[in-house]
Nanobody, 123 residues
């Protein structure tokens, strides 16, 4: 089992940057498939980015602006967000799953979730 704690959210102006972090407990962090999701008010939780065996995946709306990375030595997942837009405003969640299969962008495929961190982009 793994516990996830996000940090790094906040209020930023449009075109600004933020880096989110997700600290994971446990000694098997390197074996987990990790992803970021987000949920805007009144909307479904949506996939943002995933890191799967060294390959990264992004939703089209963040390609070229966001970068997912991980540091297994620090048990931490990151999301570098550049050129932020007002439509990026949401609660961002870190997610983990033990095995790979199915759809990496489906929230139902992930077993563990953090509590979320708020990102607000002002225009």
């Amino acid at each position: 089992q793994v516990q996830l704690v996000e940090s790094g959210g906040g209020l930023v102006q449009a075109e600004g940057s933020l880096r989110l972090s997700c600290a994971a407990s446990g000694r098997t962090f390197s074996t987990y498939i990790m992803a970021w999701f987000r949920q805007a008010p009144g909307k479904e939780r949506e996939f943002v980015a995933a890191w799967i065996y060294g390959v990264t995946y992004y939703v089209d709306s963040v390609k070229g602006r966001f970068t997912i990375s991980r540091d297994n030595a620090k048990n931490t997942l990151y999301l570098q967000m550049n050129r932020l837009k007002s439509e990026d405003t949401a609660v961002y969640y870190c997610a983990a799953r033990k095995t790979y299969g199915g759809n990496y962008d489906s929230k139902s495929e992930y077993d563990y979730w953090g509590q979320g961190t708020q990102v607000t982009v002002s225009s």
